[in-house]
């Protein structure tokens, strides 16, 4: 997973800070369903997605896409600036990923 950084302007008031935060880029394929996969895994291969979609989890509902990687991150950043300034505008805590728990889980499927 990418880490994007994002750093404040700084104001009279306000210090700048910098905020990171894990972005997962899923490449997104040409076609849908799985006569366009390629092999009926539902996914395609980097080579043959046609952009990248974005979304930070620590962030809900800020998805974003990309028809390149870099396009994409750098509307993940664009996306992830906007956001904080909705969060900091209301008044809201802005989520620390230094206080997050990340880990990876398996789960299996019977067939």
Not at 5 to 10: D, G, L, N, W, Y
Not at 62 to 69: A, E, P
């Given at each position: 997973?990418?880490?994007?950084?994002?750093?404040?302007?700084?104001?009279?008031q306000i210090a700048?800070?910098?905020y990171?935060?894990?972005?997962?880029?899923?490449?997104?394929?040409?076609g849908s369903g799985p006569a366009g996969n390629g092999g009926g895994k539902g996914h395609k291969s980097k080579a043959e997605a046609s952009g990248y979609q974005v979304t930070v989890p620590l962030l809900p509902g800020?998805?974003?896409?990309?028809?390149?990687?870099a396009e994409a991150r750098e509307m993940a950043r664009d996306a992830i600036r906007c956001h904080l300034e909705g969060l900091k505008k209301?008044?809201?805590r802005i989520p620390d990923e230094g206080s997050t728990i990340q880990e990876k889980?398996?789960?299996a499927l019977s067939a």
């Open positions: 997973m990418a880490r994007v950084s994002i750093r404040e302007k700084a104001s009279q700048a800070r910098n990171s935060f894990t972005v997962v880029f899923e490449p997104v394929g040409l800020l998805i974003t896409y990309g028809r390149t990687l209301d008044g809201e889980l398996r789960v």
